[in-house]
């Protein structure tokens, strides 16, 4: 082989990729992380975290990636900021191509997360203005105020519960007539007096002159349609995979999701996926270092057998 | 936490922000914020870059409620920087080193 520049490139510095950096360190390969921001992914807006097992307390979500962070750096991982602009996995030797540079690896561990969906109804010119993807960063500022929660999974219940800590109500706005989250979560809503769950209902838009002031909301089975006076819109209605650089070069599912089999490798021999980018069934913190760590030790097989 | 981001309270804010000579970044953050927390580390490497000709500041909005709330600030972290007294640019959210120091160039 000609000169290439790493053993293996991670793209993403979420769990997942601090996981797959920590394997690839330990393994003394020639390994380097891309990060298009900063460390830890989506984990930095998760206010609390009580189902990653080692933490009986919890831990907040920038606590464990920090540790996360310095356990791989401390075993000598290299994590540069940089965004990647596309990939060419056409030939043996894999490019990445950056604003600036492109780099050459052996393989190639995609975890590149996924971001917060939006409702797509208009309301991002409302974004730093009431309209949410963070209780953590935002909640706070609606002390006593009364704010809409959109969604029924496990981080719109956990979150809209944490809200309740400032706003003095949440009306959790859920398309079915039934919670997803977990039960536990599902039990700590119900007893909580300042959430008002409205279910059958969307959001079909966000009304207000300089920030939010109310939400529009229909129910699906009447299609009666409402405004809720509101001061805040907190939206958690599930995620879309980070894969713009990607450009059909691998197997995706419909949605975008990265295919990739049991030993975590993609449609190209080399490239594996780890984490919320890969078509998964379940999307945690404790699956997304499970599948780094095998498609770390996968990535190192790989590269021996050239 | 560097010295060389003063830490501004609400009375101080008109002195050290809007009458300063040169431009100012604000950076608005809370203990509770973990985005806030991990931006903290870019926004010190810029600080030692641009420093001489910038002023980078930070308010802690638990502390100090009014100048966020002056400044429609309703989500951190928010960089808003400042030239002659008004607001030349704004960033919200978790933001890349390099969107950060365009955003500082641009407003230099």
Known sequence: MTTVDYDLVIIGAGPAGLTAGLYAARARMNVLLLEKAVPGGQILITDWIENYPGFPEGISGYDLSEKMKRQAEDLGLKIETAEVHSLNLSEKVKQIILKDRTITCKSLIIASGASPRNLGIGEDKFFGKGVSFCATCDGPFFKEKTLVAVGGGDTAVQEAIFLTKFAQKVYLIHRRDELRAAKILQERAFENEKIEIVWDSVVTGVEGFFAVEGVRIKNLKTSEERTLKANGCFIWIGILPNTSFLNDSLKTDAYGFIVADSKMQTSVPGVYAAGDVRDTPLRQIATAVGDAAIAAVSAEHFIESL | ?108
């Open chain 2, 1 to 108: 936490m560097t010295e060389n981001i003063i830490e501004i309270e609400d009375d101080s804010f008109e002195k050290i922000v809007l009458k300063s000579d040169k431009p100012v970044m604000v950076d608005f953050w809370a203990p509770w914020c973990g985005p806030c927390k991990a931006i903290a580390p870019t926004v010190e490497a810029l600080e030692k870059e641009y420093g001489d000709r910038m002023t980078f500041a930070k308010v802690n909005v638990d502390e100090n409620p009014i100048s966020p709330s002056k400044f429609g600030v309703q989500a951190i972290p928010t960089l808003i920087f400042f030239k002659n007294g008004e607001i030349a640019d704004q960033i919200t959210g978790m933001v890349a080193k390099e969107k950060l120091e365009e955003t500082i160039k641009g407003v230099l």
